[in-house]
Structures are given as C-alpha cells and as structure tokens.
C-alpha cells in the first residue's frame, strides 16, 4: 500500500481524450479500495468506463452509476444534444458512498463542454476535488500539459500531481516537473493485460 495520504475525493482528469484517464482511475479505484463515479457518459455502444472499471477491478470496490448516459461518444455537450437531454451542473452533486475514497472521472480534457456555459474545470471547481492530471508521455505533451496546469491554477483548484501515461521519456518528465512546477506522481507504461492484481501492483510500486 502506498505510503502517501491520499485526500477522500481525487478528481481523475486529463490533457485530452483517449489519454489514459479511466486505467489510472481503476489503479486509484483498485488500489485505495474506493468507490468510483463517472458523472458524464458519452458513448454506450461499447463497454462504458464503468462497465471498464467492474470488470478490472475488484469486489471490494463500488462503481457508482453515472448521472448521465449519453448515446453518442462525442463530447458531452454535443452527445447530449443528439439525446435532447439538457446537462444541468446544478444536478451534479457529489453521490453517496461506501468507501472511505471516492474517485471521480471526467470526460476528456478540462475544457470539454457540458452544456452551452459549461466545461468540464466548471464541474470540478464545483465539487471541491483536488485534481489528478493525466497527460501522454509522448511528444506534444508539453504543450497540453502546461496549458491544463495553467486553467486549473487560474480557478485554484488544488492538484495533486501528474500521471504520465505511455513510454518512459525522461525529457518530457524533466521538462513538465520543472517548468510545470508539479509533482510526477507515476509513469504508466502499456499494460497487457489489466485486472484487479495488476491495478494492486501498479499503485503499490508507482503511487
């Protein structure tokens, strides 16, 4: 188990979509034993990131229904469109839980919209939740990377660190501690497989 303090909420983020938001939420999820709560879905065809995280991780954790779920794997304001459905950030309360943490997932980068008025940074400021921010190892990070520090700064959120998701690249790893003035909290290299003693193994060596 990892020695560090971990708050009872932690807001999973990320630089952008696809970048490896919901495998670091099920090492958090697994790992502290908590419960998980996805607020926004977008996209039901496949297997949703709830569905993802029942399947990883283990029975001692408690995945969460979500708030909304929408059809279409679009961004959360233009999928609930599709839907009619009217994504209202006054109706995004933090759920009741189980376990002694809570993680929460957003959906793709900070400044995703949710409604006409709305971004994802709107949701977390709302909720109070230091941030976990995950961005790819890879080249482009930087730039992503020190814009999303930037907005989270400009409403003080309180983050945590960042999680560098791909190959190890100790340039990119240098230069986002250094000139992010953030702690690298782990780097996430590609997985074979992923289940609930694989998720133990990485918090345990990375967090």
């Not at 020190?146 to 100790?170: D, T």
Request: hydrophobic residues 40%; contains cysteine; aromatic residues 6%.
């Amino acid at each position: 188990m990892s020695n560090r303090e971990w708050p009872h909420q932690i807001f999973v983020t990320g630089t952008d979509t696809g970048i490896g938001k919901t495998v670091v939420s099920a090492i958090f999820t697994e790992g502290l034993k908590a419960s998980y709560w996805k607020p926004i879905q977008a996209g039901l065809e496949e297997e949703t990131d709830s569905e993802f995280l029942k399947r990883v991780t283990g029975e001692d954790c408690d995945i969460l229904p979500e708030r909304y779920r929408l059809q279409t794997p679009m961004s959360p304001h233009a999928a609930a469109a599709i839907d009619d459905v009217q994504i209202s950030l006054d109706g995004l309360h933090l759920p009741a839980y189980k376990k002694e943490h809570l993680v929460v997932e957003g959906a793709g980068g900070l400044m995703v919209p949710i409604n006409d008025d709305t971004m994802i940074i709107d949701l977390i400021e709302k909720l109070h939740i230091p941030v976990v921010l995950v961005a790819r190892s890879e080249l482009g990070t930087l730039n992503h990377t020190f814009l999303s520090l930037e907005a989270l700064r400009s409403r003080s959120i309180p983050i945590l660190g960042v999680v560098m998701n791909g190959p190890k690249n100790e340039s990119n790893y240098d230069a986002i501690k250094a000139y992010g003035e953030v702690d690298i909290l782990a780097e996430i290299e590609h997985q074979e497989q992923l289940n609930a003693n694989c998720l133990n193994r990485l918090f345990r060596e990375q967090f």
